[in-house]
């Protein structure tokens, strides 16, 4: 069964762009969750969709928006970029149960 | 809000020594504690997890303990290996109306031969 898969894997934007990152759940996966690792913050939650919904989000502002498609492939999207938003992006799909898989990550780096 | 606090940030054994990483979690309605175990450029991966009805897991080297009174929780390594050395990283996760994980800063182990 192929893994979560994460597109691109390296980004290079400027501030005050925008980006869309993508994510493809394991087969048969409905539920995904976005997180974002920095060396200095960890690794935080952004938000966790299940049948296109967003059940649960993090502590971050509202240039950071997701969404989940009919497929569960989901997209998180970054307006007005700045440069603390340079970092790993991290997505993570599981089923019903607990185990969350992670995908590869985007690296994003904003200049 | 929610926070997972997790020490030491770094720790270095020899091989074969054990490890143990502690953490301390704040939301009482967390559920479910996995443990990451991530190498330099690759995605965390699953090592371990526990759930709160359950005190103790082991598996191999590895064991969870889960203190749900005091809201904390520990990994344990025994017989540590070279390839043991990377960042693990303790979270906390509330499974209500959906699943919401929050993460320990993590804990850089190095293994030394």
């Known amino acids: 069964k192929a893994g979560v898969t994460q597109t691109p894997r390296y980004l290079i934007k400027t501030r005050g762009q925008q980006v869309t990152l993508s994510c493809s759940p394991i087969?048969?996966?409905?539920?995904v969750s976005w997180y974002q690792q920095t060396p200095g913050q960890g690794l935080q939650f952004l938000f966790e969709?299940?049948?296109?919904?967003?059940?649960n989000k993090g502590n971050f502002p509202g240039r950071f928006s997701g969404r989940q498609f009919s497929n569960s492939r989901s997209e998180m999207n970054v307006s007005t970029l700045e440069l603390g938003d340079s970092a790993l992006y991290l997505c993570?799909?599981?089923?019903?149960?607990?185990?969350?898989?992670f995908g590869p990550g985007t690296r994003l780096t904003v200049l | 809000g929610e926070n997972v606090e997790q020490h030491p940030s770094t720790l270095s054994v020899q091989e074969g020594d054990s490890a143990v990483i502690k953490c301390t979690y704040s939301?009482?309605?967390?559920?479910?504690f996995p443990w990451y175990k991530q190498e330099l450029g690759k995605r965390p991966q699953l090592i371990i997890d526990?759930?709160?009805?359950?005190g103790e897991k082991k598996d191999q080297r590895i064991a969870v303990t889960l203190n749900k009174t005091a809201k904390h929780f520990s990994l344990h390594i025994t017989e540590t290996q070279p390839e043991d050395s990377a960042v693990y990283f303790c979270?906390?996760?509330?499974?209500?109306?959906?699943?919401?994980?929050?993460f320990g800063a993590g804990t850089r182990l190095f293994v030394k031969a």
């Open positions: 993570a799909s599981y089923r019903d149960t607990d185990t969350q898989y």
């Open positions: 087969s048969g996966h409905r539920s």
């Open positions: 969709y299940f049948s296109e919904t967003q059940r």
């Open positions: 939301d009482s309605a967390s559920n479910y």
């Open positions: 526990i759930r709160s009805n359950v």
């Open positions: 979270a906390a996760s509330t499974i209500s109306g959906g699943f919401k994980t929050i």
